[in-house]
DNA sequence: CTTGAATATACCTTGACACGTATATGCTCT
DNA sequence: AGAGCATATACGTGTCAAGGTATATTCAAG
């Protein structure tokens, strides 16, 4: 387990989770929006809240879950450097789009780009 | 496995990722700079290439892997609630905070003057 | 055609984890 | 104190995926 990224590999555990972001539940009330065994909620909740994921108050024979930030935003921080290559890789299929769609079909055939925008550096490969 | 979460719950590729992140790698490059052994890197480069995460051609023995966006772009997606929770989360914290400085005189607290957009977030379902 | 390099795949073993069922704990109310 | 609800935990089981080692495939060059 460990890391965030196991955590929300469980389907399960992401539908909790996506339950809990509009308001707190209690245990029961989980159970029954997602329709699975009390136990299965009760331990996906345990791996949920040793991993920073929830919180848990008691009230009365309830246990009321709200969501906690921090283990998401490790998540959405991985992900930062790819959200810049997608973008840089939007722009270069749109200009792409628009070369194709500009141009006549009468026009020479378009060579095999082999070469993005990162040209690959060789570093003494066995040749 | 058949989801873009349980593929990069695995640390071996996210590393890989990562490092196509910057520009495409041949195996071998991938192999030495993560220090991992040869049939780990194919086997998990497979499972990445089946996901949609990554797409290879062919340079005479080489195979070269770069990045394909849509996958993580889902990932994203799944996150993009949470994150409008986040900025929730802090003016909700801020005002809890507020009302602990007036309701329990031992305890100082530096008060903050972050705000942001005020969302009304509170359903009051609590009993 | 043989050799060697680069990469892929097959097979086996091991460990983690998700589930179901049963039971324990804890709280409230009468 | 006892009944009943809400939640947690213990245990046994099956599945699946990751790693290691060995081998297969593909290509280039001599």
Chains 1, 2 share one sequence.
Do not use: C
């Amino acid at each position: 387990m460990e890391s965030a990224f196991e955590i929300i590999a469980e389907p399960n555990r992401r539908a909790i989770l996506s339950l809990l972001v509009s308001s707190q539940q209690s245990v029961g009330e989980i159970e029954r929006q997602l329709r699975m065994p009390q136990p299965t909620v009760s331990k996906h909740l345990r791996v949920l809240r040793e991993a920073g994921f929830v919180e848990s108050t008691v009230d009365a024979q309830r246990r009321i879950y709200r969501l906690k930030p921090e283990p998401l935003q490790e998540v959405d921080a991985w992900l930062a450097p790819f959200r810049r290559f997608w973008s840089a890789h939007v722009d270069a299929l749109e200009r792409y789009l628009d070369r194709m769609d500009q141009s006549t079909p009468t026009k020479s055939k378009t060579k095999r780009g082999r070469r993005g925008p990162n040209r690959e550096r060789d570093k003494g490969e066995t040749k």
